[in-house]
């Protein structure tokens, strides 16, 4: 069946693969929704934009994507209430996010119309796949792609913006270890660390793995210069609780401007705790934890929220962080109070919420 809205077109699927999810077991990323939303960039505009049911698709073995990684990609979620009302959080920071990404690796803007329209249509087809109740979300995924065929160093002329949706629980399901890098860098000055490019993280896979097999999930980046600033996580942004005082990086070139973080950041003000954004040095951390005055360290993100950090290594000095599930963390407090905004359950002072109606 095809159905037209004013701008995109929309051919609903034939069968539905929920019936076959298991929601309470559910690996992120893993399972995707009967739709996805695709429009083309083809002669100096973004054209055709259409909800289609989720499914493979061909691409030339040439198309520029593969050989140059000329991609970017967003993170954001999509929560239900008891009411079943559906909201999204903050989309307007993705939508310049993700475009403010392709600006820098030199692909075409998206249109604000297309981005919203396409993302509530797809929302209000696949509204089954959210489910409601703090913990659960739909993780949408919008991402662009080179698309033009060609063995050729430059930026394409063609390219296909996405957006798929993955049924979500937690992305790490419990405390999260992790090394400082001293050696390997995420980014550097001039670069493209600030922009959500698919590069970015491929590069992070290789240290993450030698870190792994030391028994840590993540690295901790640090400044490629020196490494002597404590950057980001590379899935998420990172806070240090020294004494009552909250603590993290400010974003630069090198740092993502995570959403996540600027909420909590915000959220801090409001809760009357002092949130520095400062250069941290790996040493302040380090001498914190020794003298007791490091309380916590958590990372925060789209997809992993807030997730503590129960230990950190650095040059073969481990440090074990304890009160990782103390009732009063800061970790808790700011989960707690972020999920009961997305979730619709308390005041939205700020306007974060966006009601898909
Ligand atoms: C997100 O938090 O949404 C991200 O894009 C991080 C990703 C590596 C899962």
Redesign the pocket.
């Known amino acids: 069946m095809a159905i037209y809205t004013d701008k995109i077109s929309v051919e609903v699927s034939k069968t539905s693969k929920i019936e076959n999810v298991d929601f309470s077991d559910l690996t992120f ?1 893993r399972v995707f929704t009967d739709h996805m939303f695709v429009c083309d960039y083809e002669d100096g505009k973004w054209q055709n934009p259409k909800i289609m049911p989720y499914q493979a698709m061909t691409f030339e073995p040439s198309a520029r994507v593969f050989h140059y990684g000329q991609a970017v ?4 979620k999509a929560y239900k209430d008891d009411d079943g009302k559906v909201f999204l959080f903050r989309p307007k920071q993705n939508f310049n996010r993700i475009n403010k990404s392709s600006a820098r690796l030199a692909m075409p803007v998206f249109p604000e119309n297309y981005f919203f329209e396409g993302l509530e249509a797809l929302l209000k087809l696949d509204s089954d796949w959210i489910k409601p109740g703090v913990g659960n979300s739909l ?1 949408l995924r919008p991402f662009v792609i080179a698309t033009e065929p060609a063995i050729s160093a430059s930026p394409a002329s063609t390219y296909r913006f996405m957006i798929i949706c993955s049924p979500a629980k937690s ?1 790490y399901n419990s405390a999260v270890r992790v090394l400082i890098a001293d050696h390997y860098s995420r980014s550097a000055n001039g670069g493209v660390g600030a922009a ?1 490019a698919a590069g970015n ?1 491929a590069a992070q896979f290789y240290p993450t793995s030698l870190a792994q097999q030391k028994g840590f999930q993540q690295v901790v980046w640090t400044d490629a210069d020196t490494h002597t600033f404590l950057e980001e996580a ?3 942004n990172v806070f240090f609780r020294v004494n009552d005082k909250l603590i993290t990086a400010p974003t630069s070139d090198r740092i993502l401007d995570g959403i996540t973080r600027k909420s909590i950041i915000q959220l801090a003000e409001d809760l009357g705790i002092t949130c520095e954004v400062r250069q941290i040095t790996v040493e302040e951390i380090k001498n914190a934890a020794k003298d007791g005055s490091l309380k916590e360290v958590f990372g925060a ?4 929220v807030i997730s503590p950090i129960s230990a950190f290594e650095h040059q073969d000095e481990l440090f074990e962080i304890s009160g990782v599930d103390a009732e009063d963390s800061y970790a808790k407090l700011f989960k707690q109070t972020l999920l009961n905004i997305q979730h619709n359950l308390s005041e939205d002072k700020h306007g974060w919420r966006h009601e898909v109606k």
């Open positions: 990323g990609f967003e993170g954001m993780y992305y959500k993280y590379g899935t998420m993100g789209t997809a992993a």
